[in-house]
Every structure is written in C-alpha cells, then in structure tokens.
C-alpha cells in the first residue's frame, strides 16, 4: 500500500500516538494536518503529550512531527491506521470518533497552553 494524504484523510482530527520503542517514548496528540510529500510524513497537531496512561499525559510544546516513510510498512485495522517505520517508530492512526481516544481534559498544562497561544496571537 502506498501512503498519500488522500488515505490518511479519515484520520484527520482524530488522534496520533508515537511509540519510539528505542527511547520508549510514548506520546499522543490530536491531528490537525496529514501531509505525505517527499517519502515524508508531516504532521501538524492541535495538541500533543508526553507520558502514558499510567503515568499521566503532559502537554507538549512542539507540535509539528516529520517521519521518513522509507522502508515503513501500513496496516489498517477497522478504524484504525497502524504505520511501522524503519526507525523503530510505530504511529498508530486514530478517526475521530474512536471511543479509545484519551480525552483532552486529561493532559496536564494542556488548558494552559492553549490560553497562552491564544494570548500570543492577540498581542502579535
């Protein structure tokens, strides 16, 4: 299967989690923007977190992701998209009405920031 942005379009809005099984990061986030270009993927979110279910979700700053597609395998399962890539890194594609997406509300800082950015574009 080839990824395009046409195929990961019933995905957009719906949640992205980043499993880096060489780091063991896990993080998740809301997608705002799904573009393939280039053997690239470029994620834009709406918000994005740190941590785990146990642990807790922390807000992240940094909202954009790129991953080089190369040598990556997809596998879509009912409503859900699963991409494995060569660099250890498993993204794991959400639609927007899946009932296992985390709520928002549970992310610490994440109404914070929110307010800050929207201060930030008043004043600018």
Not at 49 to 76: D, I, P
Request: with cysteine; net charge positive.
């Amino acid at each position: 299967m080839r990824l395009t942005s046409a195929r990961l379009a019933p995905y957009l809005g719906g949640q992205i989690q980043i499993s880096n099984q060489r780091d063991r990061k896990v993080e998740i986030g809301e997608s705002k923007t799904l573009t393939v270009e280039g053997g690239e993927l470029k994620i834009e979110f709406a918000w994005r977190a740190t941590g785990g279910r146990l642990t807790g979700w922390v807000s992240e700053e940094t909202l954009q992701y790129t991953a080089n597609l190369k040598g990556g395998t997809g596998r879509r399962c009912k409503k859900r998209f699963s991409l494995r890539l060569a660099s250890q890194v498993i993204l794991v594609f959400t639609q927007p009405d899946d009932p296992r997406n985390i709520n928002s509300a549970q992310v610490k800082g994440l109404q914070l920031r929110i307010i800050q950015r929207k201060t930030q574009k008043r004043t600018e």
